[in-house]
């Protein structure tokens, strides 16, 4: 069994920032990356970014500039610095650590971005 335990979520006013944490634990054989996606009311889980275990990242273009990942993959850890903060970043963040056999997920974080 595996546990991702998020932290950071909050509501802030536009042009704010955030930071998210995610540890993992448990039955982690592999990771092959681990990574934040968000769902936003009414919308699909979509995913903002994703760092593998060479230290590679990949962003949606939406937070291209304005979001950083970072990793501690001895640590299992991931975070996600979200500065500049918008109304349309407003979702649940979704910690995601992927086995490449299986994808493990968090319980969530609302982030709330008012204008």
Not at 105 to 110: D, E, L
């Amino acid at each position: 069994q595996v546990q991702l335990v998020e932290s950071g979520g909050g509501v802030v006013q536009a042009g704010g920032s955030l930071r998210l944490s995610c540890s993992a634990s448990g039955n982690i054989f592999s990771l092959h990356t681990m990574g934040w996606f968000r769902q936003a009311p009414g919308q699909a889980r979509v995913q903002v970014a994703v760092i593998n275990s060479e230290g590679l990242t990949t962003y949606d273009n939406s937070v291209k500039g304005r979001f950083t990942i970072s990793g501690d993959y001895a640590n299992k850890t991931v975070y996600l610095q979200m500065n500049t903060l918008r109304p349309d970043d407003t979702a649940v963040y979704y910690c995601n650590v992927d086995q490449g056999w299986v994808n493990n997920w968090g319980q969530g974080t609302q982030v709330t971005v008012s204008s």
